[in-house]
């Protein structure tokens, strides 16, 4: 995993999307509760609140600094002094394999309204030794699936590289859960098991784009620390409103994704009258995991959806570029023949 998560990093790291963007900004209205809110995002208000063997009051802190070129800043700007939830627990005390974890601590936040099924993100931060379990309502009220949350994994990474070298949290896509830097490779989540003395490392961290519409974001945060109290730093951003009324498009879809012989590409919201391809220039681009560009065509302009043929590609990872004299988006596509 950590390999295969590595290289798409690298690829990505080059394509990035210009548009103007945002992060939450917190505030505190009681115990362990807030609000958060937006200037002009495409992501709405919510309210948040945190339950659990909680070791101090909940911190709104915009004193981290991030330096190592990470997919989270190339997409939403740079998280140096960007506002976020430091959430801390209490040691979990003496355990063993079978036994329950007791320091438990629960984060949600509840959106003001349905969210956009594109356009936002979060990011986590210095996930150590502990689990932190990613959940979330869709606009149904129901519970969003772990097969689901997989997809939206874009970036394990270390967020600091100035000390310790490369630190980074393992994922658990059986249970849609991160696991510690420092958690034994052996180490599922709901083992049970207690991790005592374990060094604390950098700031291993991961970033998350849902890409289906959503009520409630939920993170189960679980101390395996015996004698030690463990923390994490939550981070909320969205692309501005702003950003995407200037270039008349806010995204592009590409479908179907499997493709075979070739596929479409379509502006956003598509069917509407007058959502074209409102640029003098528009690009789409095909990559291979090796970064080199295998395909370019112009789309021309006043197109609403354009088809690109890939007969003469291999079935494998791909990925697709749109690019516009505004700035550039970059999707993942996959080949199946």
């Not at 958060?36 to 909940?58: C, K, M, N, Y």
């Not at 974001?217 to 101390?223: A, C, G, S």
């Not at 463990?230 to 909320?236: E, G, Q």
């Amino acid at each position: 995993m950590k390999k295969q998560v590595l290289l798409i990093t690298l690829i990505l790291g080059s394509f990035t999307y210009s548009g103007a963007q945002e992060f939450a900004t917190f505030t505190l209205t009681g115990e362990h509760q807030g609000t958060g809110s937006f200037t002009q995002a495409v992501l709405p208000d919510f309210t948040w609140s945190v339950i659990g063997t909680l070791a101090r009051e909940i911190q709104i802190l915009d004193d981290e600094i991030f330096d190592d070129g990470n997919q989270f800043e190339a997409t939403f700007g740079q998280a140096d002094n960007a506002e976020n939830l430091r959430t801390q627990l209490q040691e979990n005390g003496p355990g063993t394999a079978g036994q329950p974890i007791t320091s438990r601590a629960t984060m949600t936040i509840d959106f003001d309204e349905v969210t956009p099924a594109s356009g936002w993100g979060f990011c986590v931060v210095d996930i150590d030794v502990e689990n932190l379990l990613v959940k979330a309502i869709d606009k149904n009220d129901n519970e969003v699936p772990a097969e689901t949350v997989n997809r939206w994994l874009v970036e394990l990474f270390d967020a600091n590289l100035s000390e310790n070298g490369e630190n980074l949290p393992k994922w658990d896509a059986t249970h849609a859960a991160l696991l510690g830097f420092n958690t034994p490779d052996d180490y599922t989540v709901y083992d049970s098991i207690v991790i005592g003395g374990m060094p604390d490392s950098e700031a291993p961290a991961a970033f998350f784009q849902p890409d289906i519409p959503l009520k409630s974001l939920i993170l189960v945060f679980e101390n395996l620390q015996d004698i030690y109290k463990v923390s994490y730093h939550f981070y909320l951003a969205s692309e501005s409103a702003t950003g995407i009324e200037e270039i008349s498009n806010p995204d592009f879809v590409i479908f179907p994704n499997p493709a075979g012989n070739e596929f479409k590409v379509q502006s956003l919201p598509a069917g509407q009258a007058g959502l074209k391809f409102k640029v003098s220039r528009a690009t789409v681009e095909i990559y291979d995991l090796n970064g080199r560009k295998l395909l370019e065509k112009q789309i021309p302009k006043g197109t609403e959806e354009f088809t690109v043929d890939v007969s003469h590609l291999n079935s494998g990872l791909y990925f697709c570029r749109i690019r516009t004299e505004k700035g550039s988006v970059t999707k993942k596509l996959i080949i199946q023949k």
